[in-house]
């Protein structure tokens, strides 16, 4: 009798035992594969905010510059950067121009200024020659609305420090002032592409990257 109830007893309670050793490895499973989980949907979400972070900020451009006063020409670099050194006490923003000028050949031309329109390049022209700091055979051309993009800065010191280095090559270049901080560099005034192509040459050969684009 004795032996009848203790084998009751042991088979009442095995299902419970059994149930809660199944329900342990259940939870267990649960939680080892949460974390797997969450890594794998976080990933893309970090790989989007670095590449947004790494994205290059390009200047909205509301204002173009398509001319220039052109000061003089010559066909000897050296003697147009002297003649920007007797200049450049008296005037702001001045560079040089090496262009293609086909059948007349390459020269190099020291320009000042840039304007939006030709009436504030007129007015600026005329200004000038009554003061006596610019020769009367300045003047305006055509538009000339593309330059030699060398770079972008965060501040005009930056882009200045590189300006000074191409000095020592003969070539004046200009910054401008796209925003608050965004600054290009620049050279030259060009028409076209092909008036350009000798610069571009130019700078290539001594390891900048340079492009044509509007000013």
């Known amino acids: 009798m004795k032996r009848c109830v203790l ?3 042991l088979f009442l309670m095995a299902p419970p035992l059994w149930a809660g050793y199944d329900l342990s490895n259940t939870v267990t499973r649960e939680i080892h594969r949460g974390p797997v989980i969450e890594e794998v949907q976080d990933e893309p979400l970090k790989q989007q905010t670095s590449e947004k972070a790494m994205a290059p900020v390009s200047p909205a451009k509301t204002v173009y510059y398509p001319y220039t006063i052109h000061l003089s020409s010559w ?3 050296k003697e147009a950067c002297r003649q920007i050194e007797k200049m450049q006490s008296k005037l702001d923003m001045l560079f040089i121009t090496k262009i ?3 059948a007349s050949g390459v020269w190099h031309r020291v ?3 840039i304007f939006p329109t030709i009436k504030d390049a007129v007015a600026r022209l005329r200004e000038l020659k009554a003061r006596d700091v610019i020769d009367k055979g300045a003047f ?3 538009q000339v609305p593309y330059a030699i993009e060398l770079g972008t800065y965060e501040s005009v010191q930056e882009a200045n420090d590189d300006a000074r280095e191409l000095k020592d090559q003969d070539m004046v270049p200009y910054v401008i002032r796209e925003q608050d901080t965004v600054f290009r560099l620049l050279l030259g005034s060009y028409p076209d592409e092909k008036s350009a192509a000798p610069a571009m040459e130019d700078l290539k050969a001594l390891g900048f ?4 684009k509007k000013r």
Not at 209 to 212: E, F, I, Q
């Open 209 to 212: 990257d340079p492009t044509l």
């Open 111 to 113: 320009d000042h200024g």
């Open 75 to 77: 066909q000897d670099p």
């Open 7 to 9: 084998i009751c007893a």
């Open 140 to 142: 305006v051309g055509g």
């Open 100 to 102: 293609d000028l086909g």
